[in-house]
Structure formats: structure tokens, C-alpha cells
């Protein structure tokens, strides 16, 4: 009788396994702090409607750094998520290195084509076919004011950079930190890299900071770009090293500090702190980038499953990842805007509408240009050697010719 | 039969020990040395490339920061928590009241992690948070204490904080060799007219020398393979100024896709635990035969 039993358990277990793995997906994810937990809680429970069952597999860890290597050790043992939070020209590594499933069937029915930017849709695809799923786009070079520190100080909101040393001055004068800052390498390359846009201009950063072109790295622009990224030291406060982003975004909302270079997560900041947009912050473009639009998009890549079950699963979670219903909840949690375009814009704020602008308008013009302090732009190694560069000019007194002689050494060396 | 499987049976309850061992630690070894010689990026890759990682790692100012800061932290902080470890020791040694209260305190540190260590101090040196406020709000406004946030002085608040974490263990160590010494010795020097430091001096740090070798051996592997401390302390800034070779090989390996480049790094690290261990390896097994 025991014998038996278990025989059935087995043949039981046997019948009931593929059914319970056909519909579920597991997402590998760094999305744990309050409200982009919320956005994924969102997506989990529109598949659970459609029959699709989620399992959770977040690794937390702002960067996501953690995530990754959790992933690569994953991937490597031959047992790889549904799907995982990867984006940029990573997308394109990992496609070479073969793991990634072809989902084209989902976009062509869905018209992914006709629904997301060029710009958007070129990084979710490898060897010409989708291989993964925008979730939104971020503007990154935006500028976060505090006016009634401005005010006091008798300064006004820049918009070149220029003019944002003459301001800053007054708010240093006027016994505020002008620039609220983090010291950390990729909170440096965001400055760095508003920095580069605006003084370089949109096609000096796509030749020298997208193409890895030498003849635009080598030339006196980067010097320019040195000497202004520079100025910055002196506009930041002693205790800035090391400090996490939002904590300088903190510095703005409490009125200690003037501005911040931040990209647009840090509208999530304001909000939790009850502050309007317009009477209590302002966001504007980053000095001289009015023009451009510094984008970093979060996406899901879809690994090879050995399972039609679970690769019907994960179809369904791509058709999902790009619903309006999703689209809108996840990037009024996060901040940004939805990586679909034509969407009722009602529900968002007005610095969303501004980036909406900003983003359809500069697609038009070439100022539309992927973040390198993002992992958007150029592979993990030559983003890294722009980190280290740009991390140690700002914390040092090196001269803007040094700095710039060493970006070129570790650009070409990465390379 | 059974007397053979008497003798067998140490190796035998030996063997997955000693079988883990070979693979988990000179298995893994061996295929960090190779990964080393590969073209590996993001993912192990087995084509082979000579020594080219490691001309790309010493051509990285990234790397050369972090060899020269692990020169400067292996070592002050050895000499310095020698210093303090012997100090301390030598004056719990005689006969100081509430020794016992004493040597736990100063023993404490080493039961707490180099990350809350590494945070704690971080605190402490902040020059908002820190010293620098505290002296200020007394009165010394001028005071300036910034080394955490200075990128020529930042490895040395990591010095700081890992002697302030040793140098009770170190005491402990030398408490030990101390009190290992026959009084009969002291005794016959104080008869024959030696003040107290000729005898600390020429009999005692002279018997000293085993725990001196071990304490830097123990001291000298902590430092190369410091990676938490600095984490928590300095995260490697301010820029990449404090930076250790540990630090620098996660980096590559994991964050920036030059498992090349980090493997290089590792087998780098490995020597210079080797240049350590191999002599004093050499003098014990040498000791032990006489």
C-alpha cells in the first residue's frame, strides 16, 4: 500500500508539474524600495489575473550590481530566470553570448514597432529581433532647484553653465551649498555627464562618449569640459563623500542646498516629502542641455527557457510589460515616463510633460542621446574607465589638461 | 580485516574533507590562474591571450592606486598594531588592578565585524558628524579634521580603524607570550641588576620572537585581504583614492565585465600572500624537523 501510494504521489507530481511551471515566471529584479516595489507588485498581480503565477527573485542594491552577478552565476550553471532586469548594451552581450529568447512573435503582434521610439526599441533588440521589454525612459540631465533658497540669495535658476558658476556663487555667498551632491563615482558621472552635454554640445558627446571616437575625444572640447566639471568642486560641501543620492536630494527639499544634478528618480523624493512641482521645486534641464535629452531606459530581458510552458509564461509577461495600464502605474511610481508612446498624459505631472516634450522633440533634432553614467551608451568596461576618470578628476586638483589626458588613456584602454 | 580498515579509517573520514579542499580551494585557484590568461570579459571565455590582462592591469592607474595603498596600510597597520598590541600587553602584564575588565574592553573590538567597524568610524570621521563638529562646537572653530574626505589622507582613516580593530587581538596574542615566560628568568635578571626596560628589552621581546611571527602573519593576511573594512569605511573614495587590491579585483570581476582583468588581480594578490606565507611556512616545517 505505501508502495502504491507514493507510485501515485510520484505519477501525480509528474502531471502536475508541467501544468504549475507552464504559467509561471520568475524575474530577477532590484526594484525593493517603496515605490518601484509597488510598480512590480502592479505587474505581478495583472499576470496572476491572466493565469500567470509570479515568483519573486529580487536581489536588492541601487545599481543592481548585486543582481547582476547573482545572474551571471545563474546563467552560468545553465539555470537561468524568466526574465531579468538588464538594460543598454548589456542587452547585446548577453545576446551574443546566446542566452537570450526571441520574442519577436509578442512585438510584431502587439506592434512594438509602431509603438516605441527608434532609439528605444534598437537597444530591446538583438540581431534585428525583440529580445526584451521597455519599462520606461529617464531623463537624466535634469537640474532640481529649491526657489526659495534663490530667493534668499538673490540668484537665479541657470540655464547655461556659465551662468550656473555666477549662481552658485551667490547661493555660497548666501551661506547655502549651492550644488547638493553625492560623492560616489556614478553620482560623479552624472554630473560629469550633464556637464559634457552642455558644453560639448549633443554631437560632441554622441561622437566622443557614445562612438568611442579619439579624433572628438583628443580635442580641446574635453579640455573645456574639464576646466567647467572642475569649477563644480568648489560648489559642493566637505561632507559630500560617499553620500547616497537621495540624501542630497534631501538637502534641496529642506532648504540647505540650492540645486542637484539628478535624474528624474529623484521627482520620488519630493513627492514622498509632500512637495509640489513649481511652488516648492523646480525642475529644469541641466545647464545648456535644454535642448537634449540624456536617456536611460529600464528593461526586462528574456532568457532562453528549455520549457514551451514557461516561454508561453514569459510571453505573456512581455505583452503585459507593455500595456498602457502598466506603463502608466509604474512610471507615476518611478518618476519617469512610459517607454510607449501616445499615451493619455492626464495622470502626469508637469515635469513628466516637460520630459514627454523634451523627448519627442530632441528625437527630432539629434539631442536625443543615450546616459553613459547609466550603462546606456557604451559597454561596462568603457563606462567604468569614464567612472574612475571622472571620479578621480572631481575629488582631486588635478589641472583640466591632466584629466582629460587620462579619460583619453583609459577610454582607448577599455576599449 | 579489521586492523586494515583501523588504519584506514583516519584517511577515509579524512578523504571529503580533503577532497573539498583540493577542489574549492587549489581547484578554484588553478582556474583563477587561467581564467587569467583569457580574453574573459563578462562570461569565462577560453581563448587565451597571454599575459595580456596583466599588461592591461598594470598599464590601470585604478590598480597602481591600489597596490600603493596596500603598501602604505599592510604596513602601518602592522607595525603600528604590533606597537600598540606589545604597549598594552606589557602594561596589563604588570599586575595593573582590574586587568581582567581592561583586557576585555580592549579585546571587544575584535568581536565586532569590519563592516560595522568600517561604519561606525565612518561616523566618526565624518567632519559633519564627527570630530571635526564635536572639537568645533567646543569652541575651536578653525579646527580641521578631514582626512575621510581627503583623497591623499583617506587610506589612512582606513589604517586607523583596522588598528583600532587588531591591536586588542595582537595584545591578546603577546598577553599570552607573556605570561608563557618562566619568572625565574626576570628574577635572575633583577638579581643580576637589570633595570625593567634592559630586561623587556633583552630577555623578554627576544623570547617574544614565535608570537611576533605569528602576529604579523596573521596581520600581514588581514591587510591584503581587507575588502569589507574599506567598503564600509570609504566605499574606496573619495574618486578611487582608497582603493585596495580586493576592492579593485570585485570591481572588475563582477561590476565591469573584465573578469580578465579582475582574475589578473586575484593571482596578483595571491602572490603577495604567497611571498608571506611560503618563508614562514619554510622556517616552521624546517623548525619542526630539528
Known sequence: MKFKLSVLAAATAMAISPVSQASEVEVLHWWTSGGEAASVQFLKEKLNNEGVGWSDFAVAGGGGESAMTVLKSRAISGNPPTAAQIKGPSIQEWGDLGFLADINDVATDAGWDDLLPGVVSDVMKFEGKYVAAPVNVHRVNWLWANPEVFTKAGATIPTTWDDFMVQAQKLKDAGFVALAHGGQAWQDATVFEAVVLGVGGADYYQKAFVEGDMDALNSATTVEVFETFGQLRQFIDANSPGRDWNVATSMVINGEAGMQIMGDWAKGEFKVAGKNSGTDYVCVAAPGTSGSFTFNVDSFAFFNQSDAGKADAQKAMADAILSVEFQEVFNLNKGSIPARLGMDRAAFDSCAHDSMDAFVASSQTGGLVPSFAHGMAVSEAVSGAIYDTATNYFNSSDSAEEGAKQLVAAIAAAQ | ?290
Open chain 2, 1 to 290: 580485516m579489521f586492523k586494515y580498515l583501523e588504519n584506514q579509517l583516519p584517511k577515509l573520514v579524512m578523504a571529503p574533507t580533503a577532497i573539498a579542499m583540493f577542489v574549492c580551494m587549489y581547484g578554484f585557484i588553478a582556474w583563477t590562474v587561467g581564467l587569467s590568461f583569457t580574453k574573459s570579459r563578462m562570461m569565462p571565455q577560453w581563448d587565451f591571450v597571454g599575459l595580456m590582462q596583466y599588461e592591461k592591469l598594470f598599464a590601470n592607474p585604478r590598480w597602481m592606486v591600489a597596490l600603493d595603498n596596500l603598501w602604505i596600510f599592510t604596513f602601518l597597520f602592522i607595525v603600528i598594531s604590533l606597537f600598540l598590541g606589545l604597549m598594552l600587553a606589557i602594561f596589563l602584564d604588570r599586575n595593573v588592578r582590574a586587568e581582567g575588565a581592561l583586557r576585555t574592553i580592549y579585546l571587544y573590538p575584535m568581536a565586532i565585524s569590519f563592516v560595522v567597524t568600517g561604519t561606525a568610524w565612518k561616523w566618526i570621521l565624518n567632519p559633519g558628524l564627527g570630530i571635526e563638529k564635536l572639537v568645533r562646537d567646543l569652541g575651536f572653530t578653525d579646527f580641521e579634521f578631514r582626512w575621510l574626505v581627503d583623497q591623499d589622507m583617506a587610506i589612512y582613516t582606513i589604517v586607523i580603524a583596522a588598528v583600532w580593530q587588531s591591536s586588542g587581538f595582537v595584545m591578546a596574542m603577546f598577553l599570552a607570550g607573556l605570561r608563557g615566560i618562566d619568572d625565574n628568568l626576570i628574577k635572575a635578571a633583577q638579581i643580576d641588576g637589570a633595570s625593567t626596560t634592559r630586561t623587556y628589552w633583552h630577555i623578554i621581546l627576544p623570547m617574544m620572537k614565535p608570537v611576533f611571527f605569528g602576529a604579523i602573519v596573521v596581520l600581514s593576511h588581514i591587510a591584503i585581504k581587507s575588502f569589507d573594512l574599506v567598503q564600509a569605511l570609504t566605499g574606496g573614495g573619495p574618486g578611487y583614492a582608497s582603493d585596495l587590491p580586493a576592492n579593485f579585483m570585485y570591481t572588475f570581476a563582477f561590476n565591469r565585465a573584465q573578469m580578465g582583468v579582475g582574475a589578473a588581480s586575484a593571482v596578483i594578490m595571491l602572490c603577495g600572500v604567497l611571498a608571506i606565507l611560503v618563508p614562514y611556512l619554510y622556517s616552521e616545517l624546517r623548525s619542526d624537523k630539528q
